[in-house]
Every structure is written in structure tokens, then in C-alpha cells.
């Protein structure tokens, strides 16, 4: 498989969204808002299933090249995830989490682990891996405990709310 890295892509898909938004004739372009999202939504789709793939792979002696980039994959969402969940929500109960201390000492927990997870993916450490991943479960069990202690942890399985995905080889 050809790949210009991760990285790579990721600075061109970001220069030339930056090109298309910014128009010929070199416009600042408008500032995207704050999704129309509940912060559950979010969780479900952008934290609970990386979060998921993180810790089927820190389960395994192994990971093979792809599972590697899943991996590295998962990281990245669950990084990105943490903004949201730091910043916006259109739930009923967002804006009183985000207003919380602890909920926001929780949201930058899970942005660190998800750098440390990253870090471990790239180096291809499973030790890592599977220390941030436990620490990011700590840190997701503790907030779900506080804000959600109806349903702590929605259950291991996970998949109800989304299918689960495979890889083509």
C-alpha cells in the first residue's frame, strides 16, 4: 500500500480545505460553528467506538500493520473528540456539565490520553497502549459515575448504537 503518512495527508487535506475555503480571491473564510450535536451523540460516535477499537487491540499479545493504523486511527478521534466535549453540546444537560470543573478535568484527562495513546500507536508500543487506555477507561468510567450514573458506562458492548465496522483486506 502506497501511503504518504498520516501526517501527510492530514496537511494536505488541511491546505486544500484552507485553499477551497478561502475562495480566488483570498478571502478569510467564515468560522464553522459548534456542531448541532448532544454531547451523548458525541460520545457515542467519536469517543465510545475509538475508544472501543483502543481497547480490543490493548486485549491482544499482537497488532498486526493495520490494526497499527486502526490503532493510530482511534487516537486521533478520540483527541479530536475531547474539544467537543470541552466546548459544545446541545443536550439538556451539556451546558451544566461543561460549567463543571471536574467534567472539564475530565474532557483534558481523555485529550491527554488520547495524545498517549497516539504516541504508543506510532511507536508501535503495545505496553503503552494498553497503559493510556487503561487510564483513559479510569478516566471515562469516573466522569460517566459522576454525570451519568444511570447508565455509568452504556454497557460493554457498545455496538447496539452503531454497527461495528470491519476492515476490507
Not at 140 to 155: A, V
Not at 162 to 168: G, Q
Amino acid at each position: 500500500m502506497n501511503r504518504i503518512g498520516l501526517a501527510g495527508a492530514v496537511a494536505i487535506g488541511l491546505a486544500a480545505a484552507m485553499a477551497l475555503a478561502g475562495g480566488a480571491g483570498g478571502q478569510t473564510p467564515a468560522k464553522v460553528g459548534a456542531p448541532p450535536l448532544s454531547l451523548l451523540q458525541i460520545m457515542r460516535a467519536s469517543v465510545e467506538i475509538p475508544a472501543d477499537g483502543i481497547w480490543a487491540a490493548t486485549a491482544k499479545d499482537r497488532l498486526t500493520d493495520a490494526e497499527w493504523l486502526l490503532a493510530e486511527q482511534d487516537a486521533i478521534n478520540v483527541i479530536v473528540s475531547a474539544s467537543l466535549m470541552a466546548n459544545d453540546g446541545t443536550g439538556p444537560k451539556d451546558k451544566a456539565w461543561q460549567a463543571n470543573a471536574d467534567y472539564q478535568a475530565w474532557a483534558k484527562a481523555v485529550q491527554e490520553d488520547g495524545v498517549k495513546l497516539l504516541a504508543a500507536a506510532r511507536a508501535k508500543d503495545l505496553m503503552k497502549l494498553q497503559d493510556a487506555g487503561d487510564h483513559l477507561g479510569g478516566v471515562c468510567t469516573d466522569c460517566h459515575t459522576q454525570h451519568r450514573p444511570e447508565t455509568p458506562s452504556d454497557g460493554i458492548a457498545r455496538f447496539p448504537f452503531y454497527p461495528a465496522r470491519e476492515m476490507k483486506k
